[in-house]
């Protein structure tokens, strides 16, 4: 029945209603301050659903507002619950006070109520109260009493209580005893208030008649109706002790296996007792027994089983005897012996002694060589000791058995130090025992070496890599080479031994260091001159002979920056020269309306180097605007900046380096000139200097300076003339104004021409370099010889340098006649094979040892027959008449008696057996074993021979000076040979030498050095006093090591009256003393008796000992133990460990023996004390069996017994309180929480509540909470152990998706201990970001003429929002393309955000598209991000080739541009090759369809013209004729490299003229007219220009026949002596008097390189200038002539024409292909001479006449000369049509290495000849 406890107000009544409102309204604050408690009381064991109370009325909850209240319990364990509906509590399970509180007085449960909406929390209290559910209980179902029969009447035993788990009334108990005449029950009353039953003896026991008795004790509680419990209570009556024990048989035997394991059983042996009780109750032990047997048995003290403790060993001993002792309680005992016999078992493996071992042995030792002797024995018996030997492993080895167990080791094969440089063999050895034992040793072999290998390269083929420019003596590479081989057959040294370094008779490049295998460099190297060279280099042992191999080493030169580019177009002004016209550059047209990006030229330029080095950029530093213009950094095209304006200057000149991409960067500058104008004849007045007004006063000027120099030709060629006849006339000398062609021309000692000279050309610059004169080489320099391979003896001291040779036969201290190097090393390595020679000729002949051991053998013999002579002799009887008939033997019988003898010796060869005491000194002598074996003393003084044993310790010694064997170590024999009758010490006395070993046998016999000995020297022995007279008690056996005689022989006993000693004779015949009780004891008249024991051994003098006897008398049991204490207390911590004494209780008994002794147990306790705590029987300490809990039961109340051996007893009191210590963390529970929270939720929101708890008291269960970590929560105290987490800012779900908080509960103990729980919360999203892409921009390319709706690229942006939220849609943002709507042209998919192309794109109208895209998510509101979006077309062939010049005819128009559209001019003279025109195309495409091809498609002649593949370029292919039409027309086909191609025709027509005016006559111009009032000074400057002209041909025709004359001389004699010292200190003065032969001589510049030998000089004239300059030095006394001999052959024809001047070398030069030009890349097979001939510049002088004046004359004068000014729009190599708009077919790519030919370059080196004569001749006509 649920009982409230309702709350009154209490207040007075009346009147005072104001002060009653008050107190009710501060009763109620009160209340919600302190929060609603209630409390219920309920019985126990009340069943799950029984009522406790109305909590939700009690409350104040209406059933209405339950649903929304939500009303909870917070209890751990759930014993309620709360129905939903109407909000009553009801029990949820069975509840037992006796498991929730225990032994409590009171018993209550408390939990707490959670109300919500608002949170409210209620205290609610259930109190359990008790029933009398539970009965009392014994601990025991039985209680056992041992009383002696002599226990007086009246003594009173304490039986254990009884424990009732309930409380209160119903734990009340009383006791009742079942009805026995013997016993009685009485209830003393303890201090607790409790009622301790005890039983009282009535009357006396008599075992004989009752030995036991059975009663019931019964407890009662005080419940209602009362429960009960019983126990049975059993008392045994025990005897005295009158009786022994007595053992079943006097002698056990027993049979036990060696390898039996420990612990087994061996024997049991049984004694009998025929007392009761604990004088009945038998222990075994050992008697006097011996150490030993200790520790290799143990007997049962309760069962006599005698196990094995020790391992058992055959071998030390096979035979075990000692005695037991039986005794029982009272202290009686017997005796018995025990024989253990132990059986042989295979337990030892074989063991292995290597008694010699040769190491090292060589590998080439021949087969069968002895390498090792072993020694096997095996210590088993019987087949266990039979022995069988073999080897495992690979090695050349073999296993020989010899005598005596031993066993040779010999090389079964040969031997390679190569493949293994030690040999490891295991030897197993394996007995016949079942299982079969082996045991193994390695042998481990060390071979040495032979000279057998030759070294290995690492590598067959090395590559190294050295940068040009290195500084001589730079390491290039280390080569590697291993020998095999070790020591000085493995040492390697190195060097050359040929290749392509250098070549026969030169120094090499590399040298090679002899001992690392080093290569260096010898001097620095180019890689322009050398990129790679191999070298040989060999590798040599220094073994004798020694062995060698080569390996092949190649050599790459790297490249470096050390050449600066070459600008091959524009040309420089150097090497262009000058223009009559003025123009001295190349020049370059652009037209007026180009816009930017307008192609202008194309700068060339090469680099000498290689790789990166040749990488070129070209930078634009110099411009006239510098706005303008803009060149291409990888390129080098020249392009405009921006569109050409009205303002800019007509000629622009422009300044370009170009930069090479090495470190560091070299540089060079190209200038080039440009022309803004639309059109040739526009950028011509441009050109021209002066204006058309003044050619009148040029003409005069031009006739002023022809007639000046006509007069100055005839003068020179007049003087000439004079000067040569006049040379002529003078034989003495030639004049000194020629002194230049004579002999002292040279600067230079010992100078000299090759015999070749004249057939070289001459380049236009050359240097002179005189290296210093090189020191000289020996001969045998390179290369060096091998460096000689010495042993580090003779590097360090030469020792090895003095020993003789092994083959000398010089004496000692003698050095050989030839001491080197490899005679050492074939010493050293010889000394060996040497001695082994050595000791083998000696063994072959005999050695002194050898016949020495025979004649001691026979000397043996003989002394052993004369002994058994002499005692023959002195015998009488039988053996009287047996020594009269061998006297009477003759020496032939003798002799076959020694024979016999020796024969015997031999069989048992090596066998010594000696004899001697144990305790000797060291050093003591034992056998003479030099003289027994027949060795000799030098022999033993051999380090090889030794003493050995299988002992750890080496007991004999051979003396090397005597040859005796000595005692090395005190021996004692019962320490080497316990219980072994003959003791036999075996030894082996090894001879290395001879590979020999000899067995020696030591018996030590016994000397009388122990005493007997008891085990204890104090016995004691215990008797009841009732012990009957003539009681026998065996006495432990006294001990004596020695044997024989010198063993234990006798005992005698004194002492006292009432004992005597009697012997008695073992089953192995020893002695056993038996003490005989010889009157009867009184324990108060004698408690004790002193006895002296002697025992005596048979020696000479003889030893006793003696042992202490102390027999001690026992008592009666008359005394009960008595506590000291009638109540203990203790207090303890709860944390005190388990296993701690926490107390400890004594009590003390008076009696004697086992009377007295007290064991100690708990009487009353209840069953959770008794499995906490431990009472240990014999101390009375009281452990810890299991830990504490100060929650669980703060004290403990324990009563303890205390009873002896006669059934006497005590009891006491135990208290132990226990104390509380911080041991409990707090524990966190989660009331209620959040598991998800929007990222926008305000501060302050309560996502969790929290409730704390601690079991701990005090301070200890005080608990303070916090949060771990930054997180954006806090935590906030609610109402008593209650918290709630709330939030402390803002969230963001992108930063943090979850959160695991993590609060921490941490209490108030010391130390402190905390507890955690993690709150998981995930954060929901809030649409705040927009989408990101995932590149900032975007960029595709896409072939144009795309088919509709292709795929063009795919972007993609991801939102950091999630779900809906970060859904992404993508669109294009609003644009228009050429007018057109951006859609059109390009969609997107709103899903993918993939981009397709909606329409064919064309590349020639659009090449790139920007648009923007929209990614936009699908949040409320939605968020959006925009990306640019570039797509690049890419270009397809769909345009043809456009021809720009020819233009067609549609285009050309009509006019002066109409007539000379497509028409070129051809001179009739001219060469093949020669440059006719070029068409120019363009293709609208880009890259590689825009690269053009041309070819001839059709021609009038189809032989006479052929056009440039890539150029365009029309030459002609042969020389045209005088049968060929005067007019062409050329079809040529351009087509570009698409796929597929496509092509377009241009038509030019070619006419043959020899000038324009006939060009002019066959096209009909009208140019005639104009040119008719000029004629008559055209004509004088035209026979002006051929009188120059004649006056120069004879004046060079002169020059030509002196040259030759001389030439002709220089083929008769020697040009230069090599020790000539012409030309030194000779001024330029005095090579030629005339100015104009100084000017010609001073032109050139001549590059000469003379090294010390001058005939390895080079000095390469042409053949025009040389041979007739440079003559030799005529003989001091004959005149040097100037026109020679007067040899007619050697003159040259007057008539003949002037030899032409030998064009420059054009090795120097690049072809036609590699020249800069409008086209870039040209024709490799075109060649001609560059810059071309006159012709071209008289055609452009026409042109310009022909402009300028409406009219051209053929006659007129059109000026020579041989400028670079770039020619017409049609003609020049040099020109660049400015209009084209893209050049893209010719491409150049700079840094490129690719290598210029100079193919082409020879080619117009032959061309150039004949054109330089057509310029000459050209010029003529047109001064005509």
């Given at each position: 029945m649920a009982v409230r406890q309702r709350r009154q107000r209490r207040g007075p009544g009346g009147g005072r209603a104001l002060l009653a409102a008050l107190l009710l309204l501060l009763l109620c604050v009160w209340c919600r301050a302190a929060g609603e408690r209630l409390r219920y009381a309920i019985p126990e064991e009340l069943g799950r659903g029984s009522l406790v109370g109305p909590l939700a009325r009690d409350l104040g909850l209406s059933a209405d507002e339950l649903p929304a209240r939500k009303l909870r319990l917070s209890e751990e364990k759930q014993y309620f619950t709360v129905n939903e509906e109407n909000g009553n509590l009801y029990v949820n399970e069975r509840l037992d006070r006796e498991e929730m509180c225990g032994e409590s007085a009171t018993c209550s449960v408390s939990f707490e109520v959670l109300v919500h909406n608002p949170l409210n929390i209620f205290r609610v209290e259930v109190g359990i109260e008790d029933v009398n559910d539970n009965s009392p209980v014994f601990s025991k179902a039985a209680l056992e009493l041992e009383i002696t029969e002599l226990t007086v009447p009246g003594t009173r035993f304490p039986l254990e209580m009884a424990r009732d788990a309930d409380a209160g009334s119903n734990s009340q108990l009383t006791y009742q005893l079942s009805s026995n005449p013997s016993f009685s029950l009485i209830l003393d009353e303890n201090l607790g208030g409790k009622k301790q039953p005890e039983l009282v003896l009535e009357k006396a026991l008599d075992r004989e008649k009752q030995s036991s008795f059975e009663f019931v004790l019964t407890a009662v509680d005080g419940g209602d109706p009362a429960r009960s419990g019983t126990v049975e209570i059993r008392i045994n009556v025990t005897d005295a002790n009158d009786n022994q024990p007595v053992f079943s048989q006097r002698l056990y035997e027993a049979r036990a296996a060696e390898n039996l394991p420990a612990g087994s059983l061996v024997l049991q042996v049984v004694a009998t007792d025929a007392d009761a009780g604990s004088n009945g109750r038998v222990s075994y032990s050992f008697g006097n027994v011996p150490d030993a047997i200790r520790r290799l048995f143990t007997v049962d003290s309760d069962s006599g089983e005698i196990r094995l403790v020790g391992p058992l060993d055959f071998e030390e001993k096979n035979k075990y005897i000692f005695g037991l002792e039986a005794r029982d309680g009272g202290g009686l005992t017997g005796h018995c012996e025990v024989q253990i016999d132990v059986t042989d078992e295979n337990d030892n493996a074989p063991e292995i002694i290597i008694l010699s071992l040769s190491s090292p042995v060589s590998e080439d030792a021949p087969t069968g060589t002895v390498v090792a002797v072993l020694k096997v024995r095996d210590r088993d018996s019987d087949e266990n000791g039979e022995v069988s030997c073999s080897l495992s492993g690979e090695a050349p080895l073999s296993i020989v058995a010899s005598s005596g167990g031993s066993y040779k080791v010999v090389t079964s094969g040969a031997l390679d130090r190569e493949q293994a440089s030690e040999q490891r063999v295991t030897v197993v050895a394996r007995d016949r025992g079942r299982p079969a034992l082996w045991s193994s040793r390695e042998l481990v072999l060390e071979v040495s070496d032979v000279n057998d290998n030759a070294p290995v390269f690492e590598e067959a083929a090395y590559s190294a890599y050295v940068a040009e420019n290195n500084a001589a003596g730079a390491l290039v590479l280390r080569v590697q080479a291993r020998d095999a081989d070790a020591g000085a057959n493995g040492r390697v040294s190195y060097w050359l031994a040929g290749g392509s370094a250098g070549a026969a008779g030169a120094a090499p490049l590399v040298s090679v260091e002899a001992r690392s295998g080093a290569l260096y460099a010898q001097r620095s190297l180019d890689y322009e001159q050398c990129r790679e060279f191999t070298v040989a280099v060999r590798a040599q042992d220094g073994g004798s002979p020694a062995r060698s191999s080569t390996a092949t080493v190649r050599v790459f030169v790297l490249d470096r920056n050390d050449n600066a580019p070459r600008v091959l177009w524009p040309a420089v002004a150097a090497a262009a020269g000058e223009a009559p016209g003025g123009a001295a550059a190349p020049f370059e047209v652009v037209p007026r309306s180009a816009e930017a990006g307008y192609l202008v030229a194309k700068v060339v330029a090469v680099d000498a180097d290689a790789g990166r080095n040749a990488w070129l950029s070209y930078e634009l530093v110099q411009a006239s605007e510098p706005a303008l213009f803009r060149v291409g950094l990888h390129s080098g095209e020249v392009r405009t900046a921006r569109a050409v304006g009205e303002r800019d200057a007509a000629k622009q000149r422009l300044v370009a380096v170009v930069k090479d991409h090495g470190q560091p960067a070299l540089s060079a500058t190209a200038t080039l000139h440009v022309v803004l104008a639309e059109s040739l004849q526009e950028a011509l007045p441009e050109l021209s200097e002066r204006p058309a007004g003044a050619e009148a006063a040029a003409a005069a000027e031009l006739q002023f300076y022809l007639v000046l120099a006509l007069a100055l030709l005839s003068a020179l060629l007049v003087l000439s003339v004079a000067l040569a006849v006049l040379a002529r006339l003078r034989r003495a000398g030639p004049p000194a104004v020629l002194r230049c062609l004579g002999a002292q021309r040279f600067s230079l000692a010992g100078a000299a021409f090759p015999a070749d000279f004249c057939e070289g050309t001459l380049p236009y610059s050359y240097n002179l370099c005189v290296p210093p004169p090189a020191r000289a080489l020996p001969e045998a320099a390179w290369p060096p010889p091998p460096v000689p391979i010495l042993s580090a003896e003779e590097l360090l001291g030469g020792d090895s340098l003095d020993k003789p040779s092994p083959n000398s036969t010089a004496v000692t201290g003698e050095s050989p006649a030839n001491p080197d190097a490899p005679q050492c090393r074939e010493e050293a390595a010889g000394a060996a094979v040497d001695r082994e020679e050595r000791e083998e000729a000696r063994s072959a002949t005999g050695s002194p040892a050898r016949c020495g051991s025979a004649r001691s053998v026979v000397r043996s013999v003989s002394e052993l027959a004369a002994g058994l002579d002499r005692r023959c002799c002195g015998a009488g009887g039988s053996a009287g008449e047996m020594c009269a008939a061998g006297r009477r033997w003759g020496r032939r019988q003798r002799a076959l008696l020694w024979a016999v003898l020796l024969a015997a010796w031999e069989a048992a060869w090596g066998q010594l057996r000696y004899s001697v005491p144990e305790e000797m000194p060291k050093g003591s002598f034992v056998g003479d074993v030099a003289k027994d074996l027949g060795l000799q003393l030098a022999e033993i003084n051999e380090p090889g021979v030794r003493i050995v044993s299988q002992r750890t310790v080496q007991y004999f010694a051979l003396h090397g000076k005597t040859g005796h064997l000595v005692t090395a170590e005190r021996i004692d024999r019962e320490q080497l040979c316990e219980s072994v009758q003959q003791c036999v010490l075996r030894c082996e006395l090894i001879v290395e030498g001879e590979m020999k070993f000899y067995e020696i046998e030591v018996e030590i016999t016994d000397i009388n050095d122990n005493a007997p000995s008891f085990k204890e020297t104090e016995l004691e022995q215990r008797m009841s006093e009732t012990s009957p007279v003539g009681s026998r008690f065996p006495l432990s056996e006294a001990h004596d090591p020695d044997s024989g005689r010198n063993s234990l022989q006798s005992y005698e006993l004194s002492g006292d009256e009432h004992f005597s000693l009697a012997v008695q004779a073992g089953p192995g015949g020893d002695q056993r003393p038996e003490l005989v009780l010889a009157k009867a004891l009184d324990r108060e008249e004698a408690a004790f008796h002193e006895l002296v024991l002697r025992a005596s051994d048979g020696g000479d003098p003889a030893r006793t000992g003696t042992a202490q006897i102390r027999v001690t008398v026992l008592d009666a049991n008359d005394n009960a133990p008595v506590f000291s204490q009638a109540e203990y207390t203790v207090r303890v911590p709860e944390d005190v460990p388990v296993g701690s004494t926490l107390i400890t209780v004594t009590a003390k008994d008076n009696d004697e023996g086992g009377f007295g002794n007290v064991k100690y147990s708990?009487?009353?306790?209840?069953?959770?004390?008794?499995?906490?705590?431990?009472?240990?029987?014999?101390?009375?300490?009281?452990?810890?069996?299991?830990?504490?809990?100060?929650?669980?039961?703060?004290?403990?109340?324990?009563?303890?017994?205390?009873?002896?051996?006669?059934?006497?007893?005590?009891?006491?009191?135990?208290?132990?309180?226990?104390?509380?210590?911080?041991?409990?963390?707090?524990?966190?529970?989660?009331?209620?929480?959040?598991?998800?929270?929007?990222?926008?939720?305000?501060?302050?929101?309560?996502?969790?509540?929290?409730?704390?708890?601690?079991?701990?008291?005090?301070?200890?269960?005080?608990?303070?909470?916090?949060?771990?970590?930054?997180?954006?929560?806090?935590?906030?105290?609610?109402?008593?152990?209650?918290?709630?987490?709330?939030t402390a800012r803002e969230l963001d779900r992108e930063q943090v998706s979850e959160y695991n908080v993590t609060v921490r509960a941490a209490d108030g103990g010391s130390p402190a201990l905390q507890s955690s729980a993690v709150l998981a919360l995930q954060v929901l999203d809030v649409n705040d970001n927009a989408p990101v892409f995932l590149e900032e921009r975007y960029s595709a390319r896409l072939a144009e003429n795309n088919a509709a709706g292709a795929l063009v690229l795919t972007v993609r942006a991801t939102d950091a929002d999630w779900g809906q939220n970060a859904r992404v849609r993508y669109r294009l943002a609003e644009g228009r393309v050429r007018g057109a709507p951006l859609s059109s042209y390009v969609s997107v998919q709103a899903e993918t955000g993939a981009l397709y192309a909606l329409r064919s794109l064309d590349y020639e109208q659009l090449r790139e598209l920007q648009l923007c895209v929209r990614a936009e998510d699908g949040g409320a509101p939605a968020l959006s991000s925009n990306v640019s979006v570039r797509l690049l077309i890419v270009d397809e062939n769909d345009n043809a080739p456009q021809v720009l010049y020819p233009a067609p005819a549609a285009a050309a128009g009509s006019g002066a541009a109409a007539a000379w559209s497509g028409v070129e001019l051809a001179p009739r003279w001219a060469e093949a090759g020669a440059l006719v025109a070029k068409v120019v195309a363009v293709d609208a495409d880009a890259g590689q369809n825009a690269w053009l091809s041309y070819e001839l498609a059709k021609a009038t002649e189809p032989g006479l013209f052929r056009v440039g593949l890539h150029s365009g370029e029309v030459r002609t292919a042969r020389s045209p004729l005088a049968r060929d039409a005067a007019r062409h027309v050329l079809l040529v086909l351009v087509r570009d490299h698409g796929r597929p191609a496509l092509s377009a025709t241009a038509t030019l027509s070619v006419v043959l003229a020899e000038s324009v005016a006939e060009l002019l006559a066959e096209l009909g111009s009208a140019a005639h007219e104009a040119a008719a009032p000029g004629e008559p000074a055209a004509s004088l400057t035209r026979w002006l220009v051929l009188a120059v002209a004649a006056v120069s041909c004879l004046f060079v025709a002169f020059l030509l026949l002196l040259l030759a004359l001389r030439l002709r001389r220089c083929h008769r004699q020697q040009l230069l002596p090599p020790d000539s010292g012409a030309l030194r200190g000779v001024p330029v003065s005095h090579f030629v008097g005339i100015d104009g032969v100084r000017a010609f001589l001073q032109s050139y510049s001549h590059d000469v390189s003379l090294t010390a030998d001058s005939r390895k000089s080079h000095l390469r004239f042409s053949a025009a200038s040389c041979c007739d300059t440079l003559p030799a030095r005529p003989p001091p006394d004959e005149p040097a002539p100037l026109l020679g001999d007067g040899d007619p052959a050697g003159a040259l024809p007057a008539d003949s024409a002037p030899l032409p001047q030998a064009q420059p070398n054009t090795d120097w030069r690049f072809s036609q292909t590699q020249r800069p030009g409008t086209s870039g890349s040209q024709n490799g097979e075109e060649a001609g001479a560059w810059p071309n001939n006159q012709f071209d510049t008289e055609m452009l002088q026409a042109m310009i006449l022909a402009s300028a004046n409406e009219a051209a004359d053929g006659n007129s004068t059109l000026g020579g000369g041989n400028g670079t000014m770039g020619l017409s729009a049609r003609y020049g190599p040099q020109f660049t049509l400015q209009h084209v708009p893209d050049y893209r077919q010719n491409v150049y790519i700079p840094g490129s290495n690719a290598t210029l030919t100079n193919a082409a370059g020879k080619r117009d080196a032959k061309n150039a000849a004949p054109a330089g004569g057509n310029k000459k001749k050209s010029g003529k006509k047109e001064k005509k």
């Amino acid at each position: 029945m649920a009982v409230r406890q309702r709350r009154q107000r209490r207040g007075p009544g009346g009147g005072r209603a104001l002060l009653a409102a008050l107190l009710l309204l501060l009763l109620c604050v009160w209340c919600r301050a302190a929060g609603e408690r209630l409390r219920y009381a309920i019985p126990e064991e009340l069943g799950r659903g029984s009522l406790v109370g109305p909590l939700a009325r009690d409350l104040g909850l209406s059933a209405d507002e339950l649903p929304a209240r939500k009303l909870r319990l917070s209890e751990e364990k759930q014993y309620f619950t709360v129905n939903e509906e109407n909000g009553n509590l009801y029990v949820n399970e069975r509840l037992d006070r006796e498991e929730m509180c225990g032994e409590s007085a009171t018993c209550s449960v408390s939990f707490e109520v959670l109300v919500h909406n608002p949170l409210n929390i209620f205290r609610v209290e259930v109190g359990i109260e008790d029933v009398n559910d539970n009965s009392p209980v014994f601990s025991k179902a039985a209680l056992e009493l041992e009383i002696t029969e002599l226990t007086v009447p009246g003594t009173r035993f304490p039986l254990e209580m009884a424990r009732d788990a309930d409380a209160g009334s119903n734990s009340q108990l009383t006791y009742q005893l079942s009805s026995n005449p013997s016993f009685s029950l009485i209830l003393d009353e303890n201090l607790g208030g409790k009622k301790q039953p005890e039983l009282v003896l009535e009357k006396a026991l008599d075992r004989e008649k009752q030995s036991s008795f059975e009663f019931v004790l019964t407890a009662v509680d005080g419940g209602d109706p009362a429960r009960s419990g019983t126990v049975e209570i059993r008392i045994n009556v025990t005897d005295a002790n009158d009786n022994q024990p007595v053992f079943s048989q006097r002698l056990y035997e027993a049979r036990a296996a060696e390898n039996l394991p420990a612990g087994s059983l061996v024997l049991q042996v049984v004694a009998t007792d025929a007392d009761a009780g604990s004088n009945g109750r038998v222990s075994y032990s050992f008697g006097n027994v011996p150490d030993a047997i200790r520790r290799l048995f143990t007997v049962d003290s309760d069962s006599g089983e005698i196990r094995l403790v020790g391992p058992l060993d055959f071998e030390e001993k096979n035979k075990y005897i000692f005695g037991l002792e039986a005794r029982d309680g009272g202290g009686l005992t017997g005796h018995c012996e025990v024989q253990i016999d132990v059986t042989d078992e295979n337990d030892n493996a074989p063991e292995i002694i290597i008694l010699s071992l040769s190491s090292p042995v060589s590998e080439d030792a021949p087969t069968g060589t002895v390498v090792a002797v072993l020694k096997v024995r095996d210590r088993d018996s019987d087949e266990n000791g039979e022995v069988s030997c073999s080897l495992s492993g690979e090695a050349p080895l073999s296993i020989v058995a010899s005598s005596g167990g031993s066993y040779k080791v010999v090389t079964s094969g040969a031997l390679d130090r190569e493949q293994a440089s030690e040999q490891r063999v295991t030897v197993v050895a394996r007995d016949r025992g079942r299982p079969a034992l082996w045991s193994s040793r390695e042998l481990v072999l060390e071979v040495s070496d032979v000279n057998d290998n030759a070294p290995v390269f690492e590598e067959a083929a090395y590559s190294a890599y050295v940068a040009e420019n290195n500084a001589a003596g730079a390491l290039v590479l280390r080569v590697q080479a291993r020998d095999a081989d070790a020591g000085a057959n493995g040492r390697v040294s190195y060097w050359l031994a040929g290749g392509s370094a250098g070549a026969a008779g030169a120094a090499p490049l590399v040298s090679v260091e002899a001992r690392s295998g080093a290569l260096y460099a010898q001097r620095s190297l180019d890689y322009e001159q050398c990129r790679e060279f191999t070298v040989a280099v060999r590798a040599q042992d220094g073994g004798s002979p020694a062995r060698s191999s080569t390996a092949t080493v190649r050599v790459f030169v790297l490249d470096r920056n050390d050449n600066a580019p070459r600008v091959l177009w524009p040309a420089v002004a150097a090497a262009a020269g000058e223009a009559p016209g003025g123009a001295a550059a190349p020049f370059e047209v652009v037209p007026r309306s180009a816009e930017a990006g307008y192609l202008v030229a194309k700068v060339v330029a090469v680099d000498a180097d290689a790789g990166r080095n040749a990488w070129l950029s070209y930078e634009l530093v110099q411009a006239s605007e510098p706005a303008l213009f803009r060149v291409g950094l990888h390129s080098g095209e020249v392009r405009t900046a921006r569109a050409v304006g009205e303002r800019d200057a007509a000629k622009q000149r422009l300044v370009a380096v170009v930069k090479d991409h090495g470190q560091p960067a070299l540089s060079a500058t190209a200038t080039l000139h440009v022309v803004l104008a639309e059109s040739l004849q526009e950028a011509l007045p441009e050109l021209s200097e002066r204006p058309a007004g003044a050619e009148a006063a040029a003409a005069a000027e031009l006739q002023f300076y022809l007639v000046l120099a006509l007069a100055l030709l005839s003068a020179l060629l007049v003087l000439s003339v004079a000067l040569a006849v006049l040379a002529r006339l003078r034989r003495a000398g030639p004049p000194a104004v020629l002194r230049c062609l004579g002999a002292q021309r040279f600067s230079l000692a010992g100078a000299a021409f090759p015999a070749d000279f004249c057939e070289g050309t001459l380049p236009y610059s050359y240097n002179l370099c005189v290296p210093p004169p090189a020191r000289a080489l020996p001969e045998a320099a390179w290369p060096p010889p091998p460096v000689p391979i010495l042993s580090a003896e003779e590097l360090l001291g030469g020792d090895s340098l003095d020993k003789p040779s092994p083959n000398s036969t010089a004496v000692t201290g003698e050095s050989p006649a030839n001491p080197d190097a490899p005679q050492c090393r074939e010493e050293a390595a010889g000394a060996a094979v040497d001695r082994e020679e050595r000791e083998e000729a000696r063994s072959a002949t005999g050695s002194p040892a050898r016949c020495g051991s025979a004649r001691s053998v026979v000397r043996s013999v003989s002394e052993l027959a004369a002994g058994l002579d002499r005692r023959c002799c002195g015998a009488g009887g039988s053996a009287g008449e047996m020594c009269a008939a061998g006297r009477r033997w003759g020496r032939r019988q003798r002799a076959l008696l020694w024979a016999v003898l020796l024969a015997a010796w031999e069989a048992a060869w090596g066998q010594l057996r000696y004899s001697v005491p144990e305790e000797m000194p060291k050093g003591s002598f034992v056998g003479d074993v030099a003289k027994d074996l027949g060795l000799q003393l030098a022999e033993i003084n051999e380090p090889g021979v030794r003493i050995v044993s299988q002992r750890t310790v080496q007991y004999f010694a051979l003396h090397g000076k005597t040859g005796h064997l000595v005692t090395a170590e005190r021996i004692d024999r019962e320490q080497l040979c316990e219980s072994v009758q003959q003791c036999v010490l075996r030894c082996e006395l090894i001879v290395e030498g001879e590979m020999k070993f000899y067995e020696i046998e030591v018996e030590i016999t016994d000397i009388n050095d122990n005493a007997p000995s008891f085990k204890e020297t104090e016995l004691e022995q215990r008797m009841s006093e009732t012990s009957p007279v003539g009681s026998r008690f065996p006495l432990s056996e006294a001990h004596d090591p020695d044997s024989g005689r010198n063993s234990l022989q006798s005992y005698e006993l004194s002492g006292d009256e009432h004992f005597s000693l009697a012997v008695q004779a073992g089953p192995g015949g020893d002695q056993r003393p038996e003490l005989v009780l010889a009157k009867a004891l009184d324990r108060e008249e004698a408690a004790f008796h002193e006895l002296v024991l002697r025992a005596s051994d048979g020696g000479d003098p003889a030893r006793t000992g003696t042992a202490q006897i102390r027999v001690t008398v026992l008592d009666a049991n008359d005394n009960a133990p008595v506590f000291s204490q009638a109540e203990y207390t203790v207090r303890v911590p709860e944390d005190v460990p388990v296993g701690s004494t926490l107390i400890t209780v004594t009590a003390k008994d008076n009696d004697e023996g086992g009377f007295g002794n007290v064991k100690y147990s708990f009487k009353k306790v209840t069953e959770k004390a008794s499995k906490t705590f431990h009472l240990d029987s014999e101390t009375g300490a009281v452990t810890l069996s299991r830990s504490l809990d100060f929650e669980e039961g703060d004290s403990y109340k324990l009563e303890v017994q205390a009873q002896d051996d006669g059934g006497l007893s005590d009891t006491a009191e135990v208290t132990i309180t226990v104390t509380d210590i911080n041991d409990n963390v707090p524990v966190i529970s989660m009331r209620s929480a959040l598991s998800e929270i929007s990222e926008d939720a305000p501060s302050g929101t309560v996502v969790a509540l929290l409730h704390v708890h601690d079991k701990d008291s005090g301070k200890n269960g005080e608990v303070r909470c916090s949060l771990d970590g930054d997180l954006p929560f806090r935590l906030q105290s609610s109402h008593g152990s209650y918290y709630s987490v709330v939030t402390a800012r803002e969230l963001d779900r992108e930063q943090v998706s979850e959160y695991n908080v993590t609060v921490r509960a941490a209490d108030g103990g010391s130390p402190a201990l905390q507890s955690s729980a993690v709150l998981a919360l995930q954060v929901l999203d809030v649409n705040d970001n927009a989408p990101v892409f995932l590149e900032e921009r975007y960029s595709a390319r896409l072939a144009e003429n795309n088919a509709a709706g292709a795929l063009v690229l795919t972007v993609r942006a991801t939102d950091a929002d999630w779900g809906q939220n970060a859904r992404v849609r993508y669109r294009l943002a609003e644009g228009r393309v050429r007018g057109a709507p951006l859609s059109s042209y390009v969609s997107v998919q709103a899903e993918t955000g993939a981009l397709y192309a909606l329409r064919s794109l064309d590349y020639e109208q659009l090449r790139e598209l920007q648009l923007c895209v929209r990614a936009e998510d699908g949040g409320a509101p939605a968020l959006s991000s925009n990306v640019s979006v570039r797509l690049l077309i890419v270009d397809e062939n769909d345009n043809a080739p456009q021809v720009l010049y020819p233009a067609p005819a549609a285009a050309a128009g009509s006019g002066a541009a109409a007539a000379w559209s497509g028409v070129e001019l051809a001179p009739r003279w001219a060469e093949a090759g020669a440059l006719v025109a070029k068409v120019v195309a363009v293709d609208a495409d880009a890259g590689q369809n825009a690269w053009l091809s041309y070819e001839l498609a059709k021609a009038t002649e189809p032989g006479l013209f052929r056009v440039g593949l890539h150029s365009g370029e029309v030459r002609t292919a042969r020389s045209p004729l005088a049968r060929d039409a005067a007019r062409h027309v050329l079809l040529v086909l351009v087509r570009d490299h698409g796929r597929p191609a496509l092509s377009a025709t241009a038509t030019l027509s070619v006419v043959l003229a020899e000038s324009v005016a006939e060009l002019l006559a066959e096209l009909g111009s009208a140019a005639h007219e104009a040119a008719a009032p000029g004629e008559p000074a055209a004509s004088l400057t035209r026979w002006l220009v051929l009188a120059v002209a004649a006056v120069s041909c004879l004046f060079v025709a002169f020059l030509l026949l002196l040259l030759a004359l001389r030439l002709r001389r220089c083929h008769r004699q020697q040009l230069l002596p090599p020790d000539s010292g012409a030309l030194r200190g000779v001024p330029v003065s005095h090579f030629v008097g005339i100015d104009g032969v100084r000017a010609f001589l001073q032109s050139y510049s001549h590059d000469v390189s003379l090294t010390a030998d001058s005939r390895k000089s080079h000095l390469r004239f042409s053949a025009a200038s040389c041979c007739d300059t440079l003559p030799a030095r005529p003989p001091p006394d004959e005149p040097a002539p100037l026109l020679g001999d007067g040899d007619p052959a050697g003159a040259l024809p007057a008539d003949s024409a002037p030899l032409p001047q030998a064009q420059p070398n054009t090795d120097w030069r690049f072809s036609q292909t590699q020249r800069p030009g409008t086209s870039g890349s040209q024709n490799g097979e075109e060649a001609g001479a560059w810059p071309n001939n006159q012709f071209d510049t008289e055609m452009l002088q026409a042109m310009i006449l022909a402009s300028a004046n409406e009219a051209a004359d053929g006659n007129s004068t059109l000026g020579g000369g041989n400028g670079t000014m770039g020619l017409s729009a049609r003609y020049g190599p040099q020109f660049t049509l400015q209009h084209v708009p893209d050049y893209r077919q010719n491409v150049y790519i700079p840094g490129s290495n690719a290598t210029l030919t100079n193919a082409a370059g020879k080619r117009d080196a032959k061309n150039a000849a004949p054109a330089g004569g057509n310029k000459k001749k050209s010029g003529k006509k047109e001064k005509k």
